[in-house]
């Protein structure tokens, strides 16, 4: 657990987010939480605040950059990078890899099979709205199957399955 909160020091550029003391009373929390498996009910909550871009029309919710504060989801995204082992063939949302990478190799591929006059087909699969359509349920079997440890998965359910939101724009904030 020491590792876990040396990177979120220094994930969190140490000394300039929440000092050293907000970071040792957020690591007590966590390790608490770690411990019961169970989300304190005053910590279920978050603000998603909505900060307009100064473009187009401010009543497009599209025109706002989102920004959530919730510093435990990152704790536990980096227990989870420490458990599970993603593939190569992974490039969205990869620290150090590009989704601009397949698309030059599905070009390139595309050029040599249009040079031979041959036929090829793809499949994309936009992961972002297929994840938002699988169930709950699924996700945590997919993380047994990936062999997370069980304390893991029911930190995640207490965590996500019971978490509010509330939504302010930047003005009101």
Same mark, same amino acid.
């Given at each position: ?8 020091? !220094?994930?969190?550029?140490? /000394?300039? #987010? ?6 040792? =009373?957020?690591?007590? &929390?966590? *390790? ?58 992974? !490039?969205?949302?990869?620290? /150090?890899? #590009? ?6 190799? =599905?070009?390139?591929? &595309?050029? *040599? ?61």
């Amino acid at each position: 657990m020491e590792k876990q909160q040396d990177l979120m020091i !220094y994930q969190w550029n140490f /000394g300039t #987010s929440c000092g050293e003391e907000g970071i040792n =009373i957020l690591w007590e &929390m966590f *390790k608490a939480i770690f411990a019961t498996e169970k989300m304190p009910n005053l910590r279920r909550g978050s603000v998603l605040v909505a900060i307009f871009k100064q473009k187009d029309d401010v009543q497009n919710c599209g025109n706002d950059w989102r920004v959530t504060l919730k510093v435990w989801k990152g704790v536990v995204k980096n227990w989870l990078r420490t458990e599970v082992v993603i593939g190569e063939g992974q !490039y969205g949302f990869m620290l /150090g890899k #590009s989704t601009m990478d397949p698309v030059f190799a =599905i070009r390139q591929m &595309m050029k *040599k099979y249009r040079e031979d006059c041959k036929d090829i087909r793809f499949i994309f699969i936009d992961l972002e709205k297929a994840y938002d359509h699988v169930p709950r349920e699924d996700i945590c079997e997919c993380l047994r199957i990936k062999v997370v440890l069980e304390t893991y998965v029911r930190i995640i359910k207490d965590t996500y399955w019971k978490c509010e939101e509330q939504f302010k724009r930047d003005k009101e904030f």
